[in-house]
T-cell receptor, first 116, second 111 residues
């Protein structure tokens, strides 16, 4: 079946511009995560959606970052007034739920963002 | 904040040898998972071990969990060049909290 997809795969933008990154999770998965990974580094948790609960935004680095998940499916991560330090690979993952085996996360291929 | 911290940060071994990576975590967990990442892009789930389990096997992978020491280890037996990747542990605290990843171990298997 179809996995998690992300678009675009690569995005180059100029400092100060806004960008939108899209994530299509696996159908039926109730949990969706956004992470950021800088070159050679680990994953930095950004935001987490679980069903109809309020999202956990505790990982968002600044108020320039926001995310939505419409209809419990597609999610968009928006970065306003991009800065060079925002350059990274942005990874999206979905899971069937949370707790036990439902926790297994399925990752998309990521969006590589470069801010010039 | 990061739940898991892998050790070593980098590991280089010969093909056929075993590779052992360790993970320590800070708070109580519901489960702990290991993921592999090739070429700096998407991660692939390897194995999940629950807090009431001590050891789990999957093919050439063996994972142990010691909740008293808040640590886990991933053993890859008879390593292959294709095992070259970064390996991450990730833990979820009890309750509706997000899965949090460590910084990873970069494994290089030399043919």
């Amino acid at each position: 079946g179809a996995g998690v997809s992300q678009s675009p795969s690569n995005k180059v933008t100029e400092k100060g511009k806004d960008v939108e990154l899209r994530c299509d999770p696996i159908s039926g998965h109730t949990a969706l995560y956004w992470y950021r990974q800088s070159l050679g580094q680990g994953l930095e948790f950004l935001i987490y959606f679980q069903g109809n609960s309020a999202p956990d935004k505790s990982g968002l680095p600044s108020d320039r970052f926001s995310a939505e998940r419409t209809g419990g499916s597609v999610s968009t991560l928006t970065i306003q007034r991009t800065q060079q330090e925002d350059s990274a690979v942005y990874l999206c993952a979905s899971s069937p739920g949370w707790g036990g085996g439902a926790d297994t996360q399925y990752f998309g291929p990521g969006t590589r963002l470069t801010v010039l | 904040s990061q739940q898991g911290e892998e050790d070593p940060q980098a590991l280089s071994i010969q093909e056929g040898e075993n590779a052992t990576m360790n993970c320590s975590y800070k708070t109580s967990i519901n489960n702990l998972q290991w993921y592999r990442q090739n070429s700096g892009r998407g991660l692939v789930h390897l194995i999940l071990i629950r807090s009431n389990e001590r050891e789990k096997h999957s093919g050439r992978l063996r994972v142990t969990l010691d909740t008293s020491k808040k640590s886990s280890s991933l053993l890859i037996t008879a390593s292959r060049a294709a095992d070259t990747a970064s390996y991450f542990c990730a833990g979820r605290s009890s309750g509706n909290t997000p899965l949090v990843f460590g910084k990873g171990t970069r494994l290089s298997v030399i043919a």
